[in-house]
C-alpha cells in the first residue's frame, strides 16, 4: 500500500453513502488531534441510521488510546441504534492494541473492506 502522506499527519476521513452501506475511511495518524473529528462524523452516519456502517481503519499507521476509544464507542453507539457495525482493519498499528486492550473481543473486526461488506451481510 502506497501512503501519499507523511508520519504523523492527522487522519483524513472520507465518508462513502450507497444504498447498502456507509463507508468510514480513515487513513494517516489517528491521535488527539483528530480523534473529535471522527468521532463526530460516526455519530452523524450511525445517525442517519444506514443499512451498515463500516469503519475502514486500514490507512492508519497510528492510533492512539483515544482513537482506540472511538473505535469502541463508535462500535456501542451504532449497535445501540440498530445499525450493523464492522471495523476494518488489518494493520500492526491497529490490532496490536485491539488485542492487547481486549476490545477485539468487543468489535467485529476484518482485514479488508471486501471481508467487511461480507461479514456485514452474513452477520
Not at 488527539?32 to 473529528?37: F, I, K, V, W
Not at 482513537?67 to 463508535?74: K, R
Not at 488485542?99 to 473486526?109: P, T, Y
Request: aromatic share 4%; glycine share 8%.
Amino acid at each position: 500500500m502506497v501512503h501519499d502522506y507523511l508520519p504523523g499527519t492527522p487522519a483524513r476521513t472520507l465518508i462513502t453513502a450507497t444504498a447498502a452501506e456507509t463507508v468510514v475511511t480513515v487513513s494517516a495518524d489517528l491521535d488527539l488531534r483528530s480523534t473529535a473529528r471522527l468521532c463526530e462524523a460516526l455519530a452523524d452516519e450511525t445517525a442517519l441510521r444506514p443499512r451498515r456502517l463500516i469503519l475502514d481503519v486500514s490507512g492508519l499507521t497510528f492510533c492512539s488510546v483515544s482513537g482506540l476509544e472511538v473505535l469502541t464507542s463508535a462500535a456501542r453507539a451504532a449497535e445501540a441504534a440498530g445499525v450493523p457495525f464492522v471495523l476494518v482493519a488489518g494493520q500492526h498499528a491497529v490490532l496490536r492494541p485491539l488485542r492487547v486492550l481486549g476490545f477485539d473481543r468487543e468489535l467485529r473486526v476484518v482485514g479488508r473492506l471486501a471481508d467487511a461488506v461480507g461479514d456485514v451481510v452474513a452477520g
